[in-house]
């Protein structure tokens, strides 16, 4: 049962080093950015995407793109690299079976719940419910790792 514990967690462990890894590009993305026509950017993804410029989404991102400064995609791509900093960490304490790790992504799967559930009450998709179904079964997995490894005095362990 322990190696099937740790191949779980090590399985976390991937979609963490995977999103800190996408967070982090992301990042990059942005500084890349920096001295440029945001806008005319942005413009010419929504076309090479064959989306429709004047539909609600592309208009949205359009908008929110001509207003990005060179300091604001400096603060973007900070932010991406600390949160990205962040999920390697967790991934790295998770790939090597840290009870640490385990609090951790417990705690930051269980976070976004409650703000799932919102969404889901404002327009159930696809998307969300499985967003929600991922972040559940995480924070299942961490809670069952933890009692696993340190389980309840006077209780046995699963």
């Known amino acids: 049962m322990a190696v099937q514990l740790l191949k779980t967690l090590r399985a976390v462990a991937l979609i963490e080093a995977t999103k800190g890894m996408l967070v982090i ?3 990059f993305g942005a500084l890349s950015l920096i001295h440029r026509d945001v806008q005319q950017f942005a413009e010419r993804l929504v076309g090479h995407l064959h989306l ?3 539909k609600h989404f592309p208009q949205i991102f359009i908008e929110a793109a001509s207003h990005l400064t060179d300091a604001r995609l400096w603060t973007l791509a900070a932010f991406a690299a600390a949160y990205g900093l962040v999920r390697l960490i967790e991934a790295y304490g998770l790939w090597h079976g840290r009870r640490w790790a385990e609090w951790f992504a417990a705690a930051s799967g269980a976070i976004y719940v ?3 559930l919102y969404e889901l009450l404002h327009k159930v ?3 969300a419910l499985g ?3 991922v972040n559940l079964l995480v924070v299942g997995l961490m809670l069952f790792a933890l009692r ?4 309840a005095k006077g209780i046995p362990p699963a």
């Open 25 to 27: 590009l992301t990042g």
């Open 52 to 54: 429709n410029p004047a």
């Open 114 to 116: 409650p703000f799932e």
């Open 125 to 127: 998709s696809w998307l």
């Open 131 to 133: 967003t929600l179904a």
């Open 148 to 151: 696993r490894s340190h389980p």
